[in-house]
């Protein structure tokens, strides 16, 4: 099961569920569009949730992109 709530882009506290909403929102196809997007800024700062997560642990915007592109979120 798919934690939503579960945070991805801490330096700008979003979690799955606004980054995924956001995703959907502006239609989004590639990690470098979601990055770039000045409405819903992530990735910017810290950088370390684009492909491997906060933690490390692969929870990322790649992963997030990758399940709203598959319908799962």
């Known amino acids: ?7 991805i882009c801490i330096c700008n506290s979003l979690d799955m569920k606004e980054i995924a909403e956001c995703i959907k929102k502006h239609d989004f196809k590639s ?3 979601m990055i770039e997007n000045n409405d819903c800024p992530m990735g910017d700062k810290c950088e370390s949730c684009i492909e491997d997560g906060y933690e490390n642990d692969g929870y990322s915007l790649a992963m997030v992109l990758s399940l709203v592109k598959q319908g799962r979120l």
């Open 1 to 7: 099961m798919i934690d939503t709530d579960r945070m």
């Open 31 to 33: 990690v470098q569009e």
